[in-house]
């Protein structure tokens, strides 16, 4: 299942795979400078999604969830993209203690994981993903994830239109 219009996206993501396949097809739709936020249940395939978008991008390393380290830099060709999980912070202030605020530039990608943990002190985002369990796994009915993605900005509005224009699974 896929519906769009301008501003937005919705898929199913039945198995992993499909995950994968979205987030290689989000690098390709990326451009520097950009800000996307990761939203979620723990679990939901944020990290899953993360890790597609790398190997999309032809990063072949360990991808790990940066829930202990709060960022994990990947440098591929001349793109520096960074992976925040913002999940332990306790209180908003601590992003401005963080000094990750340099991160958010017009050379580098930043996926940011739990954004609400410092919200209103990051940069807003450019295209948010909210991924959603589709079914109840606490009855069973694990019928995979639903990805949501919204374009907030122009730059955002035209990655979801190239990712509109392909295909997952």
């Given at each position: 299942m896929q519906h769009a219009d301008d501003d937005s996206l919705s898929l199913a993501l039945p198995q992993e795979p499909d995950t994968l396949a979205l987030g290689a097809r989000l690098g390709a739709a990326l451009r520097p400078?950009?800000?996307?936020?990761?939203?979620?249940?723990?679990?939901?395939?944020?990290?899953?999604?993360?890790?597609?978008?790398?190997?999309?991008?032809?990063?072949?390393?360990?991808?790990?969830?940066?829930?202990?380290?709060?960022v994990e830099l990947y440098s591929i060709s001349s793109l520096n993209l960074y992976h925040f999980d913002l999940y332990r912070f306790a209180h908003p202030e601590e992003w401005e203690e963080s000094g990750f605020r340099e991160y958010f530039n017009a050379e580098s990608v930043c996926l940011v994981e739990w954004p609400e943990k410092a919200a209103?002190?990051?940069?807003?985002?450019?295209?948010?993903?909210?991924?959603?369990?589709?079914?109840?796994?606490?009855?069973?009915?694990?019928?995979?994830?639903?990805?949501?993605?919204?374009?907030?900005?122009?730059?955002?509005r035209q990655c979801i239109e190239r990712l509109g224009a392909g295909s997952v699974g």
């Open positions: 400078g950009m800000t996307v936020y990761l939203s979620g249940d723990l679990g939901a395939g944020k990290t899953t999604l993360v890790r597609g978008l790398l190997r999309g991008l032809g990063y072949t390393g360990r991808v790990k969830s940066p829930t202990y380290t709060l209103g002190l990051i940069p807003e985002p450019d295209v948010a993903i909210r991924l959603e369990w589709a079914g109840d796994p606490s009855r069973g009915e694990d019928e995979g994830r639903l990805a949501r993605i919204t374009g907030y900005t122009e730059a955002g």
